[in-house]
C-alpha cells in the first residue's frame, strides 16, 4: 500500500537555536547521580554549545546512559542540575528529541512503524488530543529521510535490527527538535546502516542542530564527532576533539586498559 | 427480559469490561497482577465488611480497590528493593492479604453471607435476583448496573487516554520525556484494573475475573498487529466465551464461571493452532516451504558450482545426490522431483541440468 503524503504542515520555525552565544545548548552543574547511595556520576559540569556534533564516550557503567537520562530529567539527581537553553528541562521538552536504546522497548508491541514514528509527535500534541493527518505526512516524510518509507505499514517485530535504529531515528527526526539526545545508535546495525546515520547526524548539525550521543566504537569517535566528552564516573575530559582527544585522557578514562589509539 | 438472559447479559458486559483493561496488562507483562489483585479485593471487603457491619455498604467496594492498588504497591516496593523479583513479589504479597481475609472471615463473620467458595467462582446464576429498586421502580441487577458503570469507565478511560497508554507502555521514557508521567498512568491503570476486579469478582468469581482479563487479550495478540484492533478483538472474544460458556453450562449442567473460563482457554488454543500469521499449523506450513525452497536452492547451488567442471557427469547425477548433499535418497528423489516441477531442474536420464530459471537461482542464493 503505497501512501501518498499531502503537503506536511510543519511545526512553526523557531527561534534560532542559539539567539546568542553565551547560552549553551545543554548545560550540566555539579550533576551528581546516584543509585541507593552509590554514586554512578560524580559532580559533573558539562557545558554543550549549540550546533555540535557530541559523542560521550567512557567504558561500561561509566555513567553515560544516567548522564543522558538526567539530562532529559528521566533520574533525579542528587545534587547539580541540568539546564537546556538556559531553563529547566521541564519548559524546553519540545527542543529535545530522545532516541532511547533500541532494546528499551518490546518490539514485538502490536503497532506499525508509521504509527511508532507518530508517537515523536505526541509531545507536541499534548494531553489528550489525538494525531491526525498531519502527524501522518510529518510521520511519513521523516521515514523518507531515513529510507524507510517503504516499510511504513509494516508490524514492527518484521524489521531488523538497523531498521528499527532508522524508525527510531525518524521518530525523534518527526520531533523538529533543537537538540537530539541518542544512546548508542550505532550498536548492533550493520556498516550501511551506520553510514545512513552518521550522515543523517551531519545533515542534523548543519541545520545547526546539537547532536549528542552515547558512543562505544573508539575507533570512530574522532571522525564522526567534532566535540568529546570522556566519562568514568567523573567527568575526565570535555571539549573540542583535537584538545581532548588524546592518548592521555584515554588512558585516564579507561584505566589505562585501552588498545585505541587517537587518529591523529 | 427472563432471568437467563439477564444472566448472559451480565456475563457479557462483565466480560468486555474485563477485556479492556486486560490488553494493557498482558502487553505491559503483568498479567499475573490481574490474578493477585482478583484475590486481594477479598481484603478490603472484609474489613469494609467488619467496619460497617453492612454488606451493602459503598465502603466495601471502596475497600477493595484500595486493596487492590495496595497489592499494586505493595508488588512494586518489594521489587525495588531488588531482593525480590516482580513475579515472586506477587507471589508473596497476594496469598498474605487472602488468607488474612479469609482468617478474618472465619473468625469475625463466620456466620455472614461472605463464604470462600463463591469468591472463587461466584455465583452468576442468582446474579439477576439481587435487583436494584429505586422508588419502587426496578432498575435492573446490581451486578447490571455495576458491570455496565464499569465498562462505561473502562470506555472513558481507554477513549480519553488510548495515545497516552499506548507510548506509556510501549516506550515509557519516551513518554516521561513528553511529559505525560508514566507513573501516574501505571496508577490510574491499575485503579482501573481494581475497580473492574471487584465489580465482576463480586458476580463472577476471581478465577473467571482473571481468565476474562488475560484470555481474550491474549488471543486477539495472536490475530492481530494493531493495538485498536486488539481491544476491539479482545472485548469480541471475551463477550463469545461468556455467552458460548453459558450455553454450554446450561447443555452439560455444569457451573456457569467454569464453563466460560473453559471457553476463553478453549478460543486461545484455537487461535494458538490456527491463527493466520504466528499460529502453530501456519507457522510449521511456513517452515516446511522453506525447508523445499532451500532444498531446492541447495541443488541448484551445487549443480551449478559443479557445471563445467571435470566430475561433471557424476556430481551432476540424481545418484550423486544422496552422497554428495548427505540426503537420504527418498528426501533427494522429493526436491528432484519438486525441482523438475518448478522448472529449475531438467532431466535427461542419469544427467540433471540446470534450467535458466535454475541458474537464476543459483546466482541468488546467498545473496539476500
Redesign the interface.
Given at each position: 500500500m503505497m501512501y501518498q503524503p499531502h503537503q506536511p504542515h510543519q511545526p512553526p520555525p523557531r527561534p534560532p537555536a542559539a539567539p546568542h552565544a553565551a547560552v549553551p545548548a545543554i548545560a550540566v552543574s555539579d550533576l551528581t547521580v546516584a543509585y541507593h547511595e552509590q554514586p554512578v556520576l560524580w559532580d559533573i559540569d558539562l557545558h554543550v554549545p549549540a550546533g555540535v556534533l557530541l559523542a560521550i564516550v567512557g567504558p561500561n557503567g561509566a555513567g553515560k546512559t544516567t548522564l543522558m537520562?538526567a539530562m532529559?530529567?528521566?533520574v533525579k539527581p542528587a545534587a547539580g542540575q541540568v539546564a537546556i537553553f538556559g531553563g529547566p528541562y521541564?519548559q524546553q521538552?519540545q527542543r529535545?528529541g530522545?532516541v532511547?536504546q533500541r532494546g528499551?522497548?518490546?518490539w514485538d508491541?502490536?503497532?506499525?512503524v508509521l504509527d511508532?514514528v507518530m508517537?515523536g509527535r505526541?509531545?507536541a500534541?499534548g494531553?489528550?488530543?489525538?494525531?491526525g493527518r498531519n502527524e501522518r505526512d510529518l510521520a511519513f516524510t521523516a521515514l523518507q529521510q531515513v529510507n524507510m518509507e517503504a516499510y511504513a505499514a509494516r508490524?514492527i517485530?518484521q524489521l531488523s535490527g538497523g531498521q528499527q535504529q532508522r524508525v527510531f531515528l525518524a521518530?525523534a527526526l518527526v520531533q523538529a527538535a533543537d537538540i537530539y539526545l541518542m544512546d548508542e545508535p550505532f550498536q548492533g546495525v550493520d556498516a550501511v546502516t551506520e553510514h545512513a546515520i552518521i550522515e543523517l547526524l551531519r545533515e542534523l548539525r548543519a541545520q545547526g542542530k546539537t547532536v549528542v550521543v552515547v558512543h562505544h566504537d573508539l575507533q570512530t569517535v574522532p571522525e564522526y564527532f567534532d566535540w568529546v566528552t570522556l566519562l568514568n564516573v567523573r567527568r575526565i575530559a570535555h571539549g573540542p576533539m583535537a584538545e581532548v582527544f588524546t592518548e592521555a585522557n584515554l588512558s585516564h578514562t579507561y584505566g589505562g586498559r585501552t588498545a585505541a589509539v587517537p587518529r591523529r | 427480559m427472563t432471568s437467563q438472559q439477564e444472566v448472559q447479559l451480565i456475563a457479557a458486559v462483565i466480560a468486555a469490561a474485563c477485556a479492556l483493561p486486560g490488553v494493557f496488562l498482558v502487553?505491559r507483562r503483568m498479567a499475573m497482577m490481574s490474578d493477585a489483585i482478583s484475590h486481594t479485593v477479598l481484603f478490603g471487603i472484609v474489613v469494609g465488611f467488619l467496619l460497617t457491619r453492612d454488606l451493602g455498604s459503598p465502603l466495601l467496594f471502596l475497600g477493595a480497590v484500595l486493596t487492590g492498588v495496595l497489592t499494586v504497591s505493595l508488588v512494586e516496593l518489594l521489587n525495588q528493593t531488588r531482593l525480590v523479583k516482580q513475579d515472586a513479589a506477587i507471589g508473596l504479597v497476594f496469598p498474605v492479604l487472602f488468607s488474612i481475609a479469609v482468617i478474618l472471615i472465619s473468625r469475625f463473620a463466620g456466620n455472614v453471607h461472605l463464604d470462600t467458595d463463591a469468591v472463587l467462582l461466584g455465583e452468576l446464576a442468582y446474579a439477576p435476583f439481587d435487583r436494584v429498586v429505586w422508588q419502587g421502580i426496578d432498575l435492573g441487577p446490581r451486578a447490571l448496573l455495576v458491570g455496565s458503570g464499569v465498562l462505561l469507565l473502562n470506555l472513558g478511560f481507554i477513549g480519553?487516554?488510548?495515545?497516552?497508554l499506548?507510548?506509556a507502555?510501549?516506550?515509557p521514557?519516551?513518554?516521561?520525556?513528553?511529559?505525560?508521567l508514566p507513573v501516574l498512568l501505571h496508577y490510574s491503570l491499575m485503579t482501573i484494573v481494581s475497580v473492574t476486579a471487584v465489580a465482576a469478582f463480586d458476580a463472577v468469581g476471581s478465577i473467571l475475573v482473571i481468565a476474562l482479563m488475560i484470555a481474550p487479550p491474549a488471543t486477539a495478540?495472536l490475530l492481530?498487529?494493531?493495538?485498536s484492533?486488539?481491544l476491539w478483538l479482545s472485548v469480541l472474544l471475551g463477550v463469545a466465551s461468556a455467552l458460548v460458556g453459558y450455553w454450554l453450562a446450561w447443555a452439560l449442567d455444569v457451573s456457569i464461571a467454569g464453563s466460560m473460563a473453559t471457553m476463553t482457554g478453549v478460543l486461545f488454543a484455537g487461535a494458538f493452532l490456527f491463527a493466520p500469521e504466528r499460529g502453530i499449523v501456519a507457522t510449521a506450513r511456513r517452515r516446511t516451504r522453506q525447508r523445499w525452497a532451500f532444498a531446492q536452492q541447495m541443488l541448484a547451488v551445487h549443480l551449478h558450482n559443479h557445471a563445467g567442471s571435470s566430475d561433471e557427469a557424476e556430481e551432476c547425477s540424481p545418484a550423486a545426490l544422496h552422497g554428495h548433499l548427505r540426503w537420504s535418497p527418498d528426501f533427494a528423489a522429493q526436491v528432484l522431483q519438486r525441482a523438475e516441477r518448478n522448472g529449475i531442474v531438467r532431466r535427461e536420464a542419469e544427467r540433471l541440468w540446470l534450467t535458466e530459471q535454475g541458474c537464476r537461482l543459483a546466482q541468488t542464493a546467498g545473496a539476500g
Open positions: 537520562k532529559l530529567g528521566l521541564r521538552r529535545v530522545y532511547p528499551s522497548v518490546d508491541f502490536p503497532t506499525s511508532v508517537m505526541y509531545g500534541l494531553w489528550f488530543r489525538r494525531p508490524q517485530s521518530r | 502487553l480519553l487516554l488510548y495515545k497516552e499506548k507510548l507502555t510501549f516506550d521514557a519516551l513518554a516521561a520525556t513528553f511529559g505525560f495478540y492481530t498487529e494493531r493495538l484492533t486488539m
